[in-house]
């Protein structure tokens, strides 16, 4: 089981805020939901924070360590401050481990099998270098042609052709383009 602190709202006012034991987030928001009485949390805004038990438990630790020092006369000689941040890092680290693991065997093995790490780049729909993966670029030292750019369509002539046949079909088959697209044209430009 553990501790989680829930805090929900609905239309701006605060309708719960207190501490639930559970297995899990999901069955800490199903118990709020049945202490609020409500079938839906619609409408509800709610945070869920897992409280981690064994940190409190140092921190309380720590403090009646301090009180009983400070009432037998002597004054405090524990860091309260300096412990709780010692525990804190542990529990971040603990939970950093399993993911900095991940990255180091996802390093190894792209390492292994020859790939070459990539700088990252921002993603622009409209730009014609990141619509294309950087593995299909040919690079400087292959012997890769490009590719030959599509023929430029002479649109004074297709609508010459269209004018004489006055049939889209015709036109577009003529000149081995879509009918849509030649349709779009004669609505587009009024032919």
Not at 144 to 149: F, G, T
Request: aromatic share 6%; charged share 30%; hydrophobic share 35%.
């Amino acid at each position: 089981m553990k501790l989680f602190k829930l805090i929900a709202s609905k239309a701006g006012k605060v309708v719960f805020d207190d501490r639930i034991e559970a297995d899990s987030p999901r069955t800490a928001r199903e118990q709020m939901k049945s202490l609020l009485g409500l079938q839906s949390l619609t409408g509800v805004v709610y945070s869920i924070t897992e409280i981690p038990v064994e940190l409190i438990r140092e921190i309380v630790t720590a403090k009646v360590m301090e009180i009983v020092g400070s009432r037998r006369g002597g004054g405090s000689t524990i860091d309260v401050s300096r412990i709780v941040n010692d525990a804190a890092k542990v529990a971040v680290s603990d939970k950093l481990r399993p993911l900095e693991q991940r990255l180091a065997a996802l390093e190894s093995s792209r390492a292994a099998s020859g790939t070459p790490s990539t700088s990252s780049r921002r993603f622009d729909a409209f730009s014609r270098d990141t619509t294309r993966s950087r593995e299909a670029e040919p690079t400087a030292t292959s012997e890769q042609p490009e590719a030959p750019l599509p023929p430029v369509t002479d649109w004074r002539a297709v609508k010459r052709f269209y004018k004489h046949c006055g049939s889209p079909k015709q036109t577009a088959a003529h000149f081995d383009l879509s009918i849509n697209t030649v349709k779009a044209r004669v609505r587009r430009e009024g032919w």
